[in-house]
């Protein structure tokens, strides 16, 4: 692929247009140098201007880049680019355009997220990348970044008996700081279930994981405390203790992809923690988000050996436990229990049946369970008493709905893998035991680009740095199998034309 740095933009940068609403606050500021490396592979055929904006669109859209980001200047960008300020000046006017920075005299230029229009096509997909003369980008976008299924049919009955039960519950104050009993109980009993047991003042009933991650980080961590996670991992976690001022660390794990090691590599775990002394370290055992590996039993006791040693806190992600398409769920985390004052876990809702329930949990020592729902107070005082209705209903329909569930997952795992692979016969692509997501090797350091090229053609997917704490993975991206099979029909073909774009 050629690097193109000439340049047809124009002899001199457009004037800034006075914003239509305030500058939104700079919430962090990114280095010239760190763009360059959060963007590494942005060249393209074509004008230099136009791939470079192209890139920092697709970190927007991906989230590399977080909205109220100053971004540096267009001065300092073209010296770490190896480019003109032209060059720089014009894909910043670009972005203006669009809508994904806004610049003011005295401020700077700040990415932001565009806002809705009338457009028939989403403002945020399409863009100044180079697509044919008269072709719109579709309508009918196809979200691939997002692994969220769609509700089982057994949901809406779940509400109706939720509804029913609600008038018990009327009388009170409908604040329930560590959840209503009936669904800790339920949550309790599935755990010891699956052979770890627990009783009901060891669950703390959140607002979905994120919130339970949220609420464990602002307990928890300070500035400059330093966590411990998997690289890539889930990006939202990543975000979540970046913000506490927290300094993220990753170790590596593999899916058996080329290029990498181990799926969980036990002896570098520990000294990776014993050189960080992190606060808190974030894992997710059970068909990991992106790669899909799954701790092996051995692994998953040296994790417990490894909190009690160092004395570290380990928060398990278990929101993907129960999608386990190929063999039965891996064994909990947190083993017969007995790491509980080392060892959280968290679960969710969200993936077993429905992300719009919005219904989390935190497993945990009593005494930290009375801990987190203090801190919770100052966000969010309690969950929706109907939706945790309606979470106990489904818990014990649980099997009735992963029966059907898992089923239309594996068909659409294997339907996406296969199209994929007869489209683009060069990429390397995992086959997933379990969770949501494909992890891909493109086999080139083009996943920013590809991420923004497909977003021009209607499709969202994960460029891999996104998912990392240091921007690494540059050659990966993650595709999610939630969306229906329809969906994934219209969505390969673009996704073939969008890299057919970038790699040539």
Partial sequence: MATVLATTAPSSPAPLPRPPHPLPPVHRRLTATALAALIAGWQADGPAYVALADAVRGAVLSGTVAPHTRLPSERDLAGALGVSRTTTAAAYAALRERGFVTSRTGVGTVAVLPRPTRRTSPQWCGGDAPVPVGVEPPADLVDLSQAAPAAPPQLHAAYGRALEALPAYLAGRGYEPLGLHPLREAIAQRMTDRGTPTTPDQILVTTGAQHAITTIAQALLGPRDRVVVQSPTYAHGIETMAARGARVVGFPVGAGLPGDGPGFDVDLFESTVRAATPRLVYLIPDFHNPTAYSLTPDERAAVRRVALRHKVTVIGDETLTDIALDGAPPEPLAGDGSATSHLLTVGSASKTFWGGLRVGWVRAHPDVVAHLARVRGASDIATSVLEQLAVVELLARREEVLAERLPLLRSQRDLLRAAVAAAVPSWAITSPAGGLSLWID???????????????????????????????????????????????????????????HVAD
Avoid: K
Wanted: hydrophobic residues 55%.
């Fill in 442 to 500: 493109l086999g080139r350091p083009l996943a920013h680009a590809l991420a923004a090229a497909a977003a021009v053609r209607g499709v969202m997917i994960n460029p891999g740095p996104a998912l990392t704490p240091d921007g690494a993975a540059s050659s990966r991206v993650r595709l999610t199998f939630a969306p229906d099979a329809d969906a994934i029909h219209r969505a390969v073909p673009r996704l073939a034309a969008a890299w057919e």
